[in-house]
Nanobody
Framework: QVQLVESGGGLVQAGGSLRLSCAASGRTIGTYVMGWFRQAPGAAREFVAANKWNGRSLAYLNYADSVKGRFTISSDNAKNTVYLQMNSLKPEDTAVYYC???????????????WGQGTQVTVSS
């Protein structure tokens, strides 16, 4: 199995940027569909972005409509790390962001088997 640790969250003003990192250990990230989800206070966990690499080919890439054009998911296999670059941040992006790994390309959280502990992102207006 794989262990996931997120970092990079913090407080940023609206319009600013943050880059979240998800460091994996135990298995290589290429084995899994890697996803980012977020959960705001009082809200359900929601999908943000996911990708899956098969060797050097990108087999799956998906973004939530709310983040398309602003967020970018990327992977560094040498570092066994997945990133979420977040630009043009809005107050409604405020949430705890979670990294997840699964076997099935999907935007449903139920299909992801492994989760990190989460990192807080707060966007002030």
């Amino acid at each position: 199995q794989v262990q996931l640790v997120e970092s990079g969250g913090g407080l940023v003003q609206a319009g600013g940027s943050l880059r979240l990192s998800c460091a994996a250990s135990g298995r290589t990230i290429g084995t899994y569909v890697m996803g980012w989800f977020r959960q705001a206070p009082g809200a359900a966990r929601e999908f943000v972005a996911a990708n899956k690499w098969n060797g050097r080919s990108l087999a799956y890439l998906n973004y939530a409509d709310s983040v398309k054009g602003r967020f970018t998911i990327s992977s560094d296999n040498a570092k066994n790390t997945v990133y979420l670059q977040m630009n043009s941040l809005k107050p409604e992006d405020t949430a705890v962001y979670y990294c997840a790994a699964g076997r099935t390309p999907s935007h449903y959280s139920e299909t992801y088997d492994y989760w990190g502990q989460g990192t807080q992102v707060t966007v002030s207006s």
